[in-house]
């Protein structure tokens, strides 16, 4: 059995699944969430179709131990949603239905359409609506209801209908003024290695010290974090990383301890992704400093993980990953000591992947150079 927990239409719930379950049974059967239809069970017919932080996917082929951490909104939870009434109505106005068994994942998808893409043709709503069938209706009403309530509408920009989370975009040269490698990654211990940076946060040292302090503030600050448990040493959390299609749930515990005269800090921990059965095992050890008028944080982070995920810790990969990941936590941070709200998120903007992957390549590349030099 996998232990999950995970947000279901607005209510967070943990749950005990087997890893065979997937997330269209345990909707049905374990939330009794029945709108939810099983049709083939192959993921291509789209009955099953529900958000999944906030992109339509099919819940049939979905794990819902893979679905740890996530956000996911079935038909049940579109009550009081203004477009989706809109969209009820235009179906029923242009006779969008008839046995219904389709309608939940239709309305669904028809939602992700006018909210991403606002007013929409046939020949894209049809495009759109491709993966999902419906065997008695031939379309036209779906389709006629879908152009009907898109009519004057404009692309919405929320992260739900996008499935991007606006926190993870480039964090603002204002808010934090450099992140850097201090060096590059070192193979340390039995298969783990090492990422050092250094971060610069435009606030002085004795208004920086106390935040870092503040673990729950932290964990807002850090994108994916989340602090379920701190006694004032010893913590318990979560740490979601979404990096494009792969999603990964680290569920554990740590141990944290603070030199408030040299203004230092030590985190010591470990976990498990219940999707992937992969394990991580981190210490983090960080020193505060003035810097100008700012303070520098010195960063050292030891890694190692095995599992499936394994593959993906490659020195290069995770060094930009944690470079943009610093980027976002220190803008959040600066914009905590200011009194303002820190906006953290799961997942990296497809702006942020592309410089990550940017970054990696042009690592590769330049060592390619440096080696054919030498």
Request: proline share 4%; with cysteine; aromatic share 4%.
């Amino acid at each position: 059995m996998n232990a999950i927990t995970l947000t279901v239409n607005g209510q967070r719930l943990s749950r005990q699944v087997e890893p065979r379950t997937h997330l269209a049974d345990f909707l049905r059967e374990e939330l009794n969430l029945t709108g939810t239809h099983l049709g083939c069970e192959q993921g291509v017919c789209g009955a099953c179709t529900v958000l999944i932080d906030g992109k339509p996917q099919r819940s049939c082929i979905a794990s819902a131990a893979a679905c740890d951490g996530a956000d996911i909104r079935t038909i049940e939870g579109f009550d009081g949603d203004a477009l989706m009434g809109e969209l009820r109505e235009a179906f029923s106005v242009h006779h969008a239905l008839q046995c219904g068994f389709c309608t939940p994942g239709m309305l669904i998808s028809s939602r992700d359409i006018v909210s991403r893409l606002g007013e929409s043709s046939e020949r894209t709503v049809r495009e759109e609506l491709s993966g999902n069938l419906c065997r008695c209706t031939g379309y036209v009403g779906i389709v006629n209801a879908v152009c009907a309530v898109s009519t004057g509408k404009a692309p919405c920009a929320q992260a739900e209908a996008a499935g991007i989370a606006a926190a993870a975009a480039p964090a603002p040269v204002a808010a934090a003024s450099a992140v850097k490698a201090a060096s590059a990654p070192a193979v340390v211990g039995a298969g783990g290695s090492e990422i050092r940076q250094s971060l610069t946060v435009d606030a002085a040292p004795e208004a920086v010290w106390p935040a870092l302090k503040d673990i729950h503030l932290i964990a807002r600050c850090l994108p994916g974090a989340e602090v379920t448990a701190f006694d004032g040493e010893r913590l318990e959390g979560r740490m979601v990383v979404t990096f494009g299609p792969i999603k990964a749930a680290f569920g554990g515990d740590a141990t944290v301890t603070f030199d408030d005269v040299a203004r230092t800090g030590l985190v010591n921990g470990s976990g498990r992704d219940g999707g992937s059965g992969s394990r991580a095992h981190g210490e983090i050890t960080f020193a505060l400093k003035p810097a100008g008028t700012g303070s520098a944080i010195d960063l050292s982070l030891r890694y190692r993980i095995s599992g499936p995920l394994a593959q993906f810790s490659r020195g290069a990969l995770v060094q930009n990953l944690v470079s943009h990941l610093t980027g976002v936590f220190a803008a959040n941070l600066a914009a905590a000591l200011k009194g303002e709200a820190p906006t953290a998120a799961t997942g990296l903007s497809a702006t942020g992947i592309f410089k990550v992957v940017l970054a990696t390549w042009c690592e590769r590349v330049k060592t390619w150079v440096e080696r054919r030099l030498n």
